[in-house]
Each structure stands twice: as C-alpha cells, then as structure tokens.
C-alpha cells in the first residue's frame, strides 16, 4: 500500500497492512477478480429480484422501451412534428431509447451505489468496486434483452419493407460492442464520481435525476443531429452520446451521420471520466462509512 | 508461533453531532492546513471516548493508541462496556472503515462476521441466498457449492430452501445466515455479537461451532460479545477496552474479572455523611451489600449468588411498630419488591433494641436475573411515619447481577426477563 522503502522492509511476511491511507492508484484489482463469483452472484440477483412478484415479470423489459418510443411518437412525432428521418416512429426512437436508457441506468444506479449499499459496506469488506461494477453488467444484460426486441423489429422492416424508403444496414454493425462498452464506462464513470460526492453532499442526487434528463434532450434520442442547427448543435456534439446513438442508427438504419472524430471524442471522454471516477470512488470508499 | 495480526498505535476519531453541516468549511480548513503540511486542525481537539461526559469538542477519539498483538491459532475475546470502542475496532480490522492513525499487520485472510445475513435478499430463495451471502463473505461459488449441502444441513432448513427467505420465520433466517458463515474458509475470523441469534437449542449449536473452529481447525479467531458466559468458555485470552483504550489484556478469566470490577455505575456503599434523616426513632448510617462470607462487595454479584443487604443505624426510641427493610427497583424505577424485617411470623422476627443495630437482608440466589438494579433503604414507623421513603427519599446503592449462570449446559446465555428463578419440575 504505502510504497516509502522503510515500510515496505517492514511489510516482509505481512499480506496486509491496514492504514489511514494508501496510494489512490491502488485499486485492488486482484481483489476484484478474486470476487468475480460476487458479481455474477449480484448480477443474478438485480435479474430476479427486479421482476419478481410482477404479473408479466421479464416482459416488462420489453413494454418499458416500446411505451416510451409510443410515448416519444405522439409528443415529439406527432404533436411537436419532429423529424425521424423518414423511419417509422418505433424503429427511430427505439435504439436511442435503449441505449440511452442503459446509459441513465448505470448512471443513476452508480451514483447512489455507496448510500444503497451502507448497510452491506458497513458490515463486510469486498472490493468496493465489484458493486458499480454489477451494475453495469445487469444493465448490459437488460440491454441485451432490449437489443433483441429492436433486432426483431429491425428485421420485420428490413425484409418487409416500408412505405417511402428502405433501411440500409452497413459494416459499422461490427462497431456496436464498442458503443456499448462507451456508454457503460461514460455511465459508471460519471456515476462514481457522483456517488463519491453524493456521500457527503446529499444535495447531489435532486441534482442528478434532473440533469440526467435534461441531457437526454441535448441527445439525438427524440430527434436526429441532422435536424438540430444553430448554437444548439454545438451542445449536442459536446455530449459524448450523441455520436454514439448517431453512429448506431447509422450502422443499422444507414441514416444519421457516422463520424470518426465524433467517436474518437466520446472514446477519450469515457476513458478520462472512467478513470476519474474509479480515483475518486476508491479514495472516497475508504472513509465514507463515516459520513454517509 | 507468532502474531499473526499487530494492532499499532491504532486511533479513530469521529465527528459528533450533526455529520453534514458545516462539514464543507471544515473539509476547506483540513484540505488548507494539509497543503501548508500542518496536522489536522480538528484532530488536536479530540477528546477521549467516554459516552457519559458531555465533552466540549465536536471531535472524539473512539479508540485511542490501542497496541496488541494476536497469535496463529489465538483465540481473542474483546469485551467492554458499550461505547468502548470493540466495534469500531472491528470494523477497522474487517477493513469497513479507516483507522485514524495507527497501523494493522495482517498475514492471512480475514473474514468478518459483523452481521449474519448480510446482503441477504427478501426476493431470493434460501439456496440463491446462501451463494450471494457466501460470496459477500469472500468464499467463490465453487468453495460454497462444496460445502452447500452441510450449510443447509446445519442450518436446518431443508424444506424451504427453495422459497424466498422473505417467507422465512426470522428464527430460520437467522439460521440460514448463520449457517453460511458457520463455513467460511479463511484463516482469521472475526465475529461480532451474533450468537445472540435463534432458539436455545440453536444458540448451543453455534455456540458448539464457534469452539470447534477456534480448538480444531487452528484458526484466529476474534470474538466480541458481552455474553461473558460464551466468551469465558470459548477464548483463552482477552482485552477489556474501556472510553477507547486498551485496559487489559491478559488471560480471559482475569480479563473478565476486572471487567465486572469496573461495572458499577452507581455507588454500592452509602454512608450517612451528611448526617440526614433526623428523627425520634432510628438514624440510618451505612448501607452497602455483602457476600455469601459476608464481606464487603463492590463488584458483581452472580446470577448463583446470595446476596446481602446490610442496614446499619442507631435506634433512639423503641416502637414495636418500627420496620427496617429495603426496597428493589430495576434502574428504569420499576419496583421489584419490598421486604422488611417484620415479614414473616411475629414470633421470628429480630428484637429491634435502643442503641446500634446491623441487620442483613439475604436476596436468594436464582431470583435476580443479570442486569443492574437499585436497592432503596425503606424504614418506617409502620402506618405512621415514614423515615427513609423508597423512590422518594431514601438512600439508594446500586446492585449489579452478571454471570453466575452454568447451571445447566441450555442456560449458557442469558434469558430475558427480571427474574431467574430455578424452579423444579416433578414428574406428575
């Protein structure tokens, strides 16, 4: 833990030493793979305790996406005539809503992951890290689920076609796994770093499901980039998701706009705000028993 | 053998009060003296841990400069009044929180029972919670997988390992939880206060598990409880903590000893210094409690003991009607009994004389159950006049009842309840 070379003679023969503090970049990540059983165990958990003791138990999975897009088509569709770029209404808003969705959950999820958990990290140490981290993976398998449901209706209209044009599906598909472990590192990054903070102020978390939403709207997810112009556009490529859902409807739908510059700039701000976060939530774990 | 953990020097403060105001100019004024390489201005101005001094600081060290040593295949009993700083000691060994100061060696894994059940899942079944709960704990799927079926054999639920644990008697839960940890492979364990859990028979049966762990498997363990009955029969040594410091660390038995010496929070000896309760017929002097040998105790008394209550006065008139006797409250004011030394037939009763007068009061043994109660002097001039008035005006000593309980292997812990009576049971 702590590296100055008297300590270290001292350490001969311990396999631990318990200490005020310790290096911010010791993140016990051989720890984390020696729990790795946890995390599937919590996965496992998150999937049946969700939907237990519902009538329609895992097809909820399904309605929540295919609501939300019926909802988006009468408000933004319909009323507020906003473009879909000539695609019917479910198959435009669906990947935005998906991935959006798995995007806000992990976001959300991780923020609060240190309050929801104190009765557990108040009582047994395990890597603090396994918990964000189960997160993620639960969300992915959600994702998982609701990515087939957009695979079907993608296939419907692929093959059956629709009135005034025509999906063009193109090798950016190859490009999804990587979309998706942005969004996942985007999530957990932002949400350790909310959850470290939240612990202290709580002010943080009424902040946090507001401005989730907000930015939601600075997304292509109700409407496409190409329809946004003006000062507006330059907050939406500031986003980093934006480029992430334009490239997915581009990959599977061929329209949208697929840039590399786009992708390269979500890519280094997930790698920076993943990094930050896991810094932040692994000074912030030691001592949080205390505040929260 | 050698230490297989080394406590150094270890502290924790703690912030009292309303956690969350006012912390962010404290988290400025820390974070400005850390950059100009000063000490934490708010850590000077700790003051030792004792919950009954209202201290004048905001900051308090819960443990303070506590060193010990523990050895491979020790087993360690912590014991000491709430407050004293074993559970946050604990948790600084299971690595749940941060010392303040101070470090831990550690050669080995560590697994902590600070809890049972912990991160059990209302929604999921009994089997589904023994993996999440095992995993929680540090074991891996397979080690549990392994050991699955004598969990679910201890534990003894068999029948309703497939149904969510929210449909669990809270005695079963308990068991099941238990039972998970009961198993844990790791080569120090520690275990907080969770014997406390269950029914008799299943008190005994992890009572049974925690000293097979402990004598055959070669394994540190660190035991907290306040059960010293448990602890006596489990440990071979001790620490006492007392307001966050070490206060002994011996063998068990003298451990405990001091332990019950230093649980008296009232004064078990009264003297009237003051020269009250004037009047025409007896003047109080001293009320204290005495042994079985009649000697002079200001410690404990066991559950097994007899104990005496001795009045001492001077009679200045003589009344057939003047009673002397004392009064029994437990520490909330409720009243337990009253006895005088008029009870019982006339003819047995002690001649009260003009001049000194020494009696002793005997509660048997096996009335009081552990726990602390008041003894209140009452003498009267009966339907006359009060003298000493008990819960009004009378002089009170406090009486501690702890331990004492090995009469039978099934009372091993204590029992609820006031009384402890022994009773018999005859064949009918």
Redesign the interface.
């Known amino acids: 833990m702590d590296v100055s070379p008297a300590i270290q003679e001292d350490q001969k023969g311990w396999t631990e030493v318990i200490a005020p503090t310790s290096s911010p970049f010791d993140l016990h990540l051989a720890d984390v793979w020696r729990y790795r059983d946890l995390l599937m165990l919590l996965v496992r958990r998150d999937f049946i305790a969700t939907y237990k003791q519902t009538i329609l138990g895992p097809t909820w999975f399904f309605l929540q996406p295919i609501l939300t897009a019926i909802t988006y088509w009468v408000i933004f569709g319909q009323i507020a005539n906003l473009s879909t770029e000539n695609l019917p209404a479910l198959l435009f808003y669906l990947p935005g809503i998906t991935l959006w969705n798995y995007f806000s959950e992990c976001l959300n999820k991780t923020a609060s992951v240190l309050k929801d958990n104190a009765a557990i990290f108040g009582k047994v140490y395990f890597p603090r890290l396994i918990m964000p981290l189960s997160i993620v993976v639960s969300n992915l398998v959600k994702l998982g689920i609701q990515m087939f449901l957009f695979l079907v209706i993608w296939a419907f209209y692929l093959f059956a076609g629709f009135k005034g044009g025509a999906i063009h599906p193109n090798l950016t598909i190859c490009l999804i796994p990587f979309l998706i472990i942005v969004i996942g590192g985007l999530g957990l990054g932002f949400g350790m770093v909310i959850s470290s903070l939240t612990t202290k102020y709580r002010d943080l978390i009424f902040l946090l499901s507001f401005g989730v939403q907000l930015l939601m709207y600075a997304t292509p997810v109700i409407q496409p980039l190409s329809a946004v112009k003006g000062k507006w556009r330059l907050l939406f490529l500031a986003n980093p998701m934006t480029s992430i859902i334009e490239t997915f409807r581009y990959a599977f739908l061929g329209t949208g706009s697929f840039s590399i510059n786009g992708l390269l700039y979500s890519t280094v701000f997930m790698v920076v705000v993943l990094f930050l976060g896991i810094l932040i939530f692994n000074k912030v774990e030691k001592s949080f028993m205390d505040t929260v | 053998m050698s230490a297989v953990i ?1 406590v150094e020097d270890i502290g924790k403060l ?2 009292l009060g309303e ?2 105001t006012g ?2 100019s404290h ?1 400025l004024n820390r974070w400005w003296a850390r950059m100009r390489g000063k000490e934490d201005p708010f850590a000077k101005i700790g003051e030792s841990n004792d919950r009954t001094q209202k201290g004048t600081s905001e900051y308090v060290w819960a443990l303070k400069d506590v060193n010990f040593d523990i050895e491979e295949g020790e087993v360690l009993g912590i014991i000491g009044r709430n407050g004293a700083g074993k559970s946050t000691l604990l ?20 697994a ?1 029972l ?2 049972v059940g ?2 059990f ?1 209302p ?2 079944s009994g089997r ?1 919670n023994i ?2 709960n095992g ?4 074991m ?2 397979a080690q549990i997988k392994s050991k699955f079926d004598e969990i679910v054999e201890f534990s003894g639920v068999n029948r309703y390992i497939d149904t ?1 644990v929210k449909r669990y008697s809270s005695g079963m839960y308990v068991r099941l939880a238990f039972a998970v940890a009961a198993f844990l492979e790791c080569e120090i364990l520690i275990v907080d206060e969770v014997l406390a859990v269950g029914d008799i028979e299943f008190q005994k049966k992890c009572l049974g598990k925690m000293k097979d762990v402990s004598q055959n498997t070669g394994r540190t363990v660190i035991f907290v409880s306040h059960e010293l009955n448990a602890i006596s029969s489990i440990c071979r040594k001790g620490i006492l903590m007392h307001n966050g410091r070490v206060a002994a660390n011996d063998t068990i038995d003298k451990v405990i000893g001091q332990y019950l010496s230093q649980n008296t929070n009232f004064d078990t000896y009264w003297e009237n210094t003051d020269d009250k309760y004037d009047n025409p017929y007896f003047k109080p002097s001293k009320f204290y409690l005495v042994k079985e040998n009649k000697q002079v105790s200001s410690t404990s008394f066991g559950v097994n003991e007899r104990i005496g209550v001795v009045l001492e006065g001077t009679v200045t008139k003589v009344d057939p009607a003047l009673t002397l006797g004392f009064a029994v409250f437990t520490t909330d004011q409720k009243l337990l009994f009253w006895s005088n030394h008029t009870d019982g037939k006339q003819e047995n009763w002690i001649e009260i004389k003009e001049g000194q007068v020494r009696l002793i009061g005997w509660i048997p043994r096996n009335v009081l159950n552990e726990g602390n109660y008041k003894v209140e002097l009452m003498t009267s001039v009966h339907y006359k006049e009060w003298i000493t008035e008990p819960g009004k005006n009378a002089p009170v000593i406090s009486l501690d009842v702890a331990g004492g309980l090995d009469t039978s292997p099934y009372w091993q812990i204590p029992r609820p309840g006031i009384f402890a009576p022994l009773l018999t049971y005859e064949k009918w």
Do not use: C, F, N, W
């Open positions: 080394k703690y912030r956690v969350g912390t962010l988290d948790k600084i060994l299971s690595k749940v929180t941060r010392p303040s100061e101070g470090r831990i060696k550690v050669r080995g894994r560590i902590s600070l809890e912990t991160g899942h929604e999921l589904d993996y999440l995993a929680i704990l540090g891996t799927k969510p």
